[in-house]
């Protein structure tokens, strides 16, 4: 399943792989909770740690890049900004509409095409390398 941490999306590193698991987490419970009809309780949750999580995860998970010398950087750090951008958009669509069905598909939406995107893939590249260099336990 999408929201089910695996071994390989280890980092190594604790800070970001405790990050990942939490991230995880909360998108299994957003599904959840729309599953059970119950997604405009969750929404707010949601929203709220988004905000929260990209600005302290991409900050982590970008020194960590810098402090190894990862090659991928500059393309990765695009992904966050662009990440961030849609989750400000996510944060005025909901400011705006509030807790209604369409938003709750569309912050599902989003968090799923992160994960599948960046998260199983851009971070796959990354924790490899990181493992190959002996990295991972730089500390943030």
Not at 10 to 35: F, P, S, W, Y
Not at 56 to 68: I, M, P, S, T, V
Request: charged share 30%; glycine share 6%.
């Amino acid at each position: 399943m999408l929201t089910t941490w695996r071994e390989e999306m280890a980092t190594g590193n604790d800070v970001i792989d405790g990050q990942h698991k939490e991230l995880l987490r909360r998108v299994a419970e957003m599904l959840k909770c729309a599953k059970e009809q119950r997604g405009h309780e969750e929404l707010g949750r949601l929203m709220w740690f988004l905000k929260k999580y990209v600005r302290q995860h991409f900050r982590a998970e970008e020194k960590l890049q810098l402090d190894c010398g990862f090659p991928g950087y500059e393309a990765h750090k695009l992904q966050h900004e662009l990440f961030f951008r849609e989750v400000l958009r996510l944060e005025r669509m909901y400011e705006e509409q509030g807790d209604n069905t369409v938003m709750i598909v569309a912050a599902i939406t989003a968090m799923c095409e992160w994960l599948r995107s960046h998260f199983n893939v851009t971070d796959k590249i990354m924790a490899e390398y990181l493992r190959e260099n002996g990295a991972e336990t730089i500390d943030n």
